[in-house]
């Protein structure tokens, strides 16, 4: 079974990150659930390069990479959130 490479959209690289207040937009939840996903990303990717090439280091890129999926996704739904689909395309 091969392991599918998240897309990485780079939206929340691009997004200024919405402050967390009351009644918040669903749009900048997403944005703010991304960017917490880089943030875990950027935590296991710099874990996974000090350690040496083994278990350790695999199982670590494996976590950043589960975490880059879940930015995929976040981005997905704040994408189809702020710029819904009309129904003329």
Known sequence: M??????D???VEHMEKPDIKKNIKSSEVYLIAANRELNAYNFYKSLADSH???DVKDLLNKMAS???KH???MEYLYTNTAFPQTAGG
Do not use: R
Not at 2 to 7: I, N, Q, S
């Open 71 to 73: 930015k995929e996704k």
């Open 9 to 11: 959209y780079k939206i």
């Open 52 to 54: 040496p090439a083994g």
């Open 66 to 68: 589960e975490e880059l």
């Open 2 to 7: 091969k392991l599918e490479t998240p897309v």
